[in-house]
């Protein structure tokens, strides 16, 4: 029998899919310390996770969002104007 996917991507509403992508270009050209994998990998396997155990969309999206707000120049403010206030205070509780 075939097994049903529950990941987030491409399947999952388009505030997560558009968390996903914004994510992936913020980190564009970061790599881990300790292993060299491309940065942005530990927020989708974050994000796939919380999908996995059934998460809704604003908390997939502060998954995916997370090390955004910590790693690169942008800033709480901005993950509000895209992604709302619920996404934005999500990734601020950590």
């Known amino acids: 029998m075939a097994r049903t ?6 399947a999952a509403p388009e505030l997560a899919r558009s968390a996903r992508a ?4 913020a980190h ?3 790599r881990r310390k300790q292993t060299g994998e491309p940065f ?10 919380l999908a996995e155990r059934g998460c809704d969309t604003e908390v997939l ?3 995916y969002l997370h090390d955004v ?6 800033g709480l403010d ?8 619920g996404v934005a205070a999500t990734c601020e509780d950590g």
């Open 5 to 10: 996917s529950t990941r987030p991507e491409p």
């Open 22 to 25: 914004f994510a992936q270009e």
């Open 28 to 30: 564009e050209g970061q």
């Open 40 to 49: 942005v990998r530990h927020p989708i396997a974050v994000a796939e996770l």
């Open 61 to 63: 999206a502060a998954a």
């Open 69 to 74: 707000v910590e790693k690169t120049e942008v």
């Open 78 to 85: 901005e993950i509000r104007d895209r992604f709302g206030s």
